[in-house]
């Protein structure tokens, strides 16, 4: 009897190890993005102005091998996430009009997202709150999840695809605040997918990656949602304009 006894409590133990592990590693949510700068956008401006059919494919598939490595961690037990440039596959002859390194979101819903564009070097600072999300009725299906269309607002060029599947509203870039994760995102400039969802356990790097975000930010300049609207709305005018004229 006291080794039945003994080996129920050994079980029991062991049992409770499993859970708390598996409750930790399912402690942060683990998102790889790709983003590629080939927007459908940019690539109908491309098409009108290149008119040699050859050079408009060696040019739309120099612009595909183009892409960002991101990730996307979400603290599950706060709502914190970090999204993190990993790594850039750069090509050469093909330039950029800019890319995102890092983005934030802490517990009280506020978000900082890093950007370079034309040249210059921002912090976007908001709130999750602020950010006017219209749903639609469209449903697409992305790596076995079916996700749900909606645009925002105060961007109208973004499109997102959410799947309410994972139930973390969060995103890439400051794209947050929708009811499920951000698996695409269509802009202007860029387009990014979600290519591998999982789990892992290390909220000791999680908070680090939080850290050294927080103290990139103080170090560019901080500017508003608002801001960048008009300068990226100014800048495909412009882009427009000059295609119109050729």
């Not at 908070?207 to 990139?216: F, G, L, R, S, V």
Request: charged fraction near 25%; hydrophobic fraction near 40%; proline fraction near 3%.
């Amino acid at each position: 009897m006291k080794t039945s006894i003994a080996t129920l409590f050994m079980l029991l133990a062991l049992t409770g190890m499993q859970l708390k592990a598996q409750t930790a590693k399912k402690q942060i949510l683990r998102v790889d993005y790709t983003t590629n700068p080939g927007s459908p956008k940019l690539l109908e401006i491309i098409r009108l102005q290149i008119k040699d059919p050859v050079l408009l494919q060696k040019t739309v598939n120099l612009i595909d091998k183009y892409k960002y490595y991101f990730t996307l961690n979400v603290n599950l037990q706060t709502s914190e996430s970090v999204f993190k440039l990993d790594s850039v596959t750069k090509v050469e002859k093909v330039k950029v009009v800019g890319n995102g390194e890092y983005g934030f979101r802490n517990k009280d819903n506020g978000y900082l997202c890093n950007e370079n564009f034309m040249s210059s070097n921002y912090t976007i600072k908001g709130s999750v709150k602020d950010l006017q999300w219209e749903i639609k009725e469209d449903t697409l299906t992305l790596g076995g999840y079916k996700c749900v269309k909606a645009t925002l607002k105060q961007m109208p060029d973004v499109i997102v695809w959410f799947t309410p599947d994972i139930p973390v509203s969060s995103g890439p870039y400051m794209f947050h605040g929708l009811p499920g994760l951000v698996m695409k995102m269509q802009n202007n400039f860029e387009e990014t997918i979600a290519t591998r969802v999982a789990y892992q356990g290390d909220v000791n790097v999680f908070n680090t990656d939080a850290e050294n975000i927080m103290a990139k930010s103080k170090s560019t300049k901080i500017v508003s949602l608002s801001e960048i609207v008009v300068a990226k709305s100014n800048f495909m005018r412009m882009i427009e304009s000059k295609t119109s004229k050729d």
